[in-house]
């Protein structure tokens, strides 16, 4: 048998666990040991806090008898034990009028009883009636008395707030939904404004001031707002049964604005929570809005969309609306019954009727943006072709136009030939045409362009023109090796084909195509040999283009050779000759290769930008992720989200053309969810993070998995959701059991979250998990700063002995430091800002004189280090420890010296006014006796 001592503790934890079936079980298991034993006060708090967790978890009925135990024990049996609880007593009162209406099997006449009562109580308590008005008015609406509620309404407006309000997000919640169904909706945006802006610290917000706000935004044409509303209201709601009544509205939200996709994923993931409704109320409600959303579906030709439900026979969504509005309107009739009135029976007729709003909008965050701004080629001027020239004039021009890259003009001569001219009966001739033909087919022509070379090769040998046969050989060569398995015999035909030219700018060209095939072979080495001489040969020609080319080329041998330096000093010789030059094609491709070696993020941006402006054959993808990767580094998350949204597209269609895993769609999720977060976008962030780490557990990705838990971590905790945040973190800890390094990072950020929360002791113990795990991964200094955030978890935790078990495990550490750590600076800093702690400890349990040795030398060090005002912050606690501990003179002459030396807006500058006032004046009065 547990001890009451050992039951008040699990009490204690019981109520930090969040809402749900967990808390639910343990607050059962507290209350059955509870009950064998004599402690009344235990008794009552453990049901008056199980109260408040089964109306939150999901089973607001079972409220209704551990409420009434808690007023019968306190009508009962009046106890100095029942003060600390008079005010959830009576809070809850409101808890239990709302949930009395959502339970047609419950009398009217009970619900306007416990309203009476809870008038009685407040008044005799002291308190005003303004929640007992909101709470009439909410009956009354809930019935359909339109005038009784508008009556209450006003008495509610008028009444001023007290401590049994609800909260500054709740009130305005009931008053934006009053103002919403009068279709005043510029008076509800405005209205809630200020309340979202506030700290929102209640269970119920901001995601139900948020839900109403969904309709309110879309009305005054903020439809980017609306979409949030719903995100990080929905993300919330997703997560509580309680919430059904709430999710059924983010259903019609989905339907009504296009998104019905959308609305059939959100009833597909709750549709079993019907079975366990939290009330009838909320089953009705949610049915309804699932009938408005599958009449939708079948009325846009999705009526065959298959729902599955556990224990069922899957349905279409054209029988599962049948079934559903049958439900709702039952229950709607059993409500009315007991009302006396047909309110609720038209009011669920009006949500399964719903029309769409008339304003679309796609509300997933990977949807492509349809206003993608394109940027379209640049046209060159067609060239001015002779009309008198003959066959071989034109191919002459054709050959001069490919040596400068102008590929569209190729092709106008090229046009122009086979409109004036058949096929050249000279083999040398033909055979140069077939060349030009296949040099002017886009790099994804693969077939084709070996089909032209090939003609072209055999029109060459007819000709004996061994040298121009040897080269289209070479290029066919290189051309199957790059796309498909480079092979010995085709080196040997590159090779060949270098020893085979005798005209330098021909070998130069071959000692290119020679560099293309060992780069192919992963011979990076020969590679870069390769394309050196052909620089070589270049420079003595003097052809600047050759050149651009080239470099180009040596940037990428370079980059897979992991020479970064030379890649990017060649990347940029090509692109600043392809800017300034032209062509297009090749100031895009230039900025391509530039683009993914440079490691300047601003450079990136504008090079790449280029490449996508053009439509590289390919490089869509990886232009689009290097740049966002980019975007990033800059601080410009918003411009970043495009690029990262347009690689899932990406990445989605290539896998669905290959009829393979989704993989790269799945890291380019991660991506975006990374740059929403950077943007501020929490919910978007989760749900993109949340595909992707379905994703990758569904494929077995434990390491990517693990990355997407951390960056939801921190998406958590920056929508408020902490407990979540810390279930991650723990799971994390378990699952680098091997790694002590991120283990004991992890660690940290969980401890920071307990810190934060106020769950000091849990914190420390955390903290301390840190510091072993980064003292096993051979992190001393890292294991130092955690001693000294646990030291802070134990001061505050009032937890004094083990506080002192770290200072004194601390000196040690300290003293075991090797001299060359522990004289850097940041663990010098450390090292100071532990003696402040330490003084913080002491001081605030009134040890003064014990502080003053650890304060000691701290200051002098700080300063040693630049770390001004913190060594202004420490040496202000030393004067004050030797002020309270009776070393006034010593306090005096330190605050003075102090003083002189602090800039006029020090951030302790105040502070140590005050204690040098203070302690000249308790001196003063000493010699004045």
């Known amino acids: 048998m547990k001890t009451a001592q050992e039951l008040w503790r699990l009490l204690s934890e019981a109520r930090e666990m969040p809402y749900g079936t967990a808390q639910i079980a343990m607050f059962d298991e507290l209350i059955r040991h509870v009950d064998t034993t004599d402690d009344q006060a235990l008794k009552f708090y453990a049901r008056l806090f199980a109260t408040t967790a089964y109306i939150y978890g999901g089973e607001p009925v079972r409220a209704f008898p551990s409420f009434s135990w808690c007023v019968a024990d306190f009508d009962r049996n009046p106890s100095p034990y029942h003060e600390g609880g008079t005010h959830n007593l009576l809070w809850l009162f409101k808890n239990m009028v709302h949930s009395m209406t959502r339970f047609p099997e419950l009398p009217l006449e009970r619900t306007y009883a416990v309203l009476d009562d809870m008038e009685r109580r407040y008044r005799e308590s002291g308190h005003g009636l303004q929640p007992v008005y909101k709470h009439r008015y909410l009956v009354a609406s809930h019935v359909g008395l339109t005038e009784e509620a508008d009556e209450w309404f006003r008495k509610w407006q008028a009444a001023p707030r007290n401590r049994l309000s609800d909260c500054a997000g709740c009130d305005p919640t009931t008053l934006v939904s009053h103002l919403a169904d009068e279709g005043r909706f510029e008076e509800a945006a405005e209205l809630a404004a200020p ?214 003009a190729l092709q106008a001569v090229l046009d122009a030939h086979d409109a004036r001219f058949g096929e050249p009966e000279e083999p040398a001739l033909a055979a140069r045409l077939w060349s030009l033909r296949g040099a002017a087919l886009p790099d994804e022509a693969i077939e084709e362009t070996a089909t032209a070379w090939t003609r072209a090769a055999e029109l060459f040998t007819a000709a004996d023109d061994v040298t121009e046969a040897s080269a289209m050989h070479a290029r066919l060569a290189v051309q199957q090796a790059m796309h498909g398995e480079a092979t010995e015999e085709q080196l040997a035909v590159v090779e060949a084909d270098v020893a085979a030219q005798d005209d330098p700018g021909a070998t130069a060209d071959a000692l290119i195509r020679l560099a293309q095939m060992y780069r192919v072979l992963d011979r990076l080495d020969d590679a870069d040999e390769a394309v050196d001489r052909a620089d070589r040969i270049a420079a003595e020609l003097g052809e600047e283009r050759r050149l651009a080319y080239h470099a180009m080329i040596r940037a990428q041998n370079r980059m897979m050779a992991g020479r970064g330096e030379e890649a990017v000093e060649a990347a940029r010789r090509a692109w600043a000759f392809y800017s300034e030059h032209g062509p297009v094609r090749e100031q895009a491709l230039s900025g391509m290769v530039l683009g993914q070696v440079t490691d300047d993020p601003e450079e990136a941006v504008a090079t ?97 998995a693990g990355n997407t838990r951390f960056l939801l971590a921190a998406i958590y905790r920056d929508l408020g959701d902490n407990d979540r945040a810390l279930t991650i973190y723990r ?34 113990l955390t903290f301390r998990a840190s510091a072993e795990a980064l003292r096993e991964a051979g992190d001393l200094a890292a294991e130092l700063r955690l001693l000294r955030r646990r030291l802070m978890a134990h001061n505050y935790a009032d937890e004094v002995p083990e506080a ?43 040890r003064y004189a014990e502080a003053v040795p650890h304060l000691r030398g701290a200051p002098e060090n700080l300063r040693g280090i630049g770390a001004v005002d913190d ?59």
């Open 608 to 704: 790449l930008g280029a490449a996508l402006a053009f439509g590289l054959p390919g490089a869509a993808l990886p232009a689009r992720v290097r740049r966002g990767r980019a975007l990033l580094q800059l601080g410009r998350p918003d411009r970043a989200i495009d690029d990262f949204v347009e690689a899932v597209a990406l990445c989605t269609e290539a896998a669905a053309a290959e009829a393979g895993p989704d993989v790269g769609a799945l890291f380019a999720r991660q991506e975006l969810a990374q740059a929403y977060h950077q943007a501020d976008r929490p919910a978007e962030a989760a749900e993109v993070a949340e595909e992707a780490l379905l994703g990758f557990e569904r494929l077995a990705l434990q390491e990517p």
């Open 195 to 408: 309340v979202l802006a506030g700290d929102l610290s209640c269970s119920e917000q901001p995601q139900s001031i948020l839900s109403e706000l969904m309709e309110v935004y879309l009305k005054t044409g903020r439809p980017s707002e609306a979409a949030d509303a719903h995100r990080r209201s929905y993300l919330v709601e997703r997560n509580n049964l309680a919430d059904l009544w709430g999710i059924g509205d983010h259903i019609t939200f989905c339907s009504r604005t296009g998104n019905e996709h959308r609305g059939l994923e959100i009833l597909q993931r709750h549709i079993d929570w019907l079975d366990r409704a939290p009330s009838p109320a909320a089953a009705m409600n949610f049915a309804a809005s699932a009938v408005q959303l599958l009449r939708r579906l079948e009325k846009i030709g999705h009526g065959h969309a298959t729902v599955r439900r556990a224990g069922r026979p899957d349905a279409t969504a054209a029988e599962l609306a049948r079934e559903l509005e049958t439900f709702a309107l039952d229950l709607a009739a059993r409500f009315d019954a007991r009302n006396g009135t047909d309110h609720q029976s038209t009011v669920i007729r009006e949500v399964m009727s719903e029309e769409p709003y008339g304003i679309e909008f796609n509300l997933s965050p990977t949807a492509r943006r349809t206003d993608e701004v394109t940027v379209a080629p640049v046209v060159t001027k067609a060239p001015e072709l002779s009309l008198t020239a003959t066959a071989e004039e034109l191919i002459e021009l054709g050959e001069r136009y490919s040596a400068e890259d102008r590929t569209d």
């Open 804 to 846: 002192e078990e770290v200072i004194e495990l601390a000196a040690r550490r300290y003293a075991e430091l090797p001299a060359e750590l522990a004289a850097e600076p940041t663990v010098i800093w450390d090292r100071s800002v532990f003696a402040f702690e330490i003084g913080n400890l002491l001081m605030r349990r009134g």
């Open 871 to 929: 060594a202004d912050r420490v040496e202000g606690m030393l004067a004050e420890a030797l002020m309270r501990s009776g070393s006034l003179e010593d306090a005096e002459r330190i605050l003075g010296a102090l003083l002189k030396r602090m800039r006029p807006d020090a951030p302790t500058r105040d502070l140590a006014t005050r204690l040098y006032d203070e302690v000249h004046t308790a001196i003063t009065g000493l010699n004045d006796r």
């Open 731 to 764: 799971d994390l800890i378990e699952e680098l059991v091997d790694n002590p390094a991120g283990r004991g990072q992890v660690a940290e950020l969980a401890g920071q979250l307990l810190y934060d929360m106020d769950r000091d002791s849990e914190a420390a």
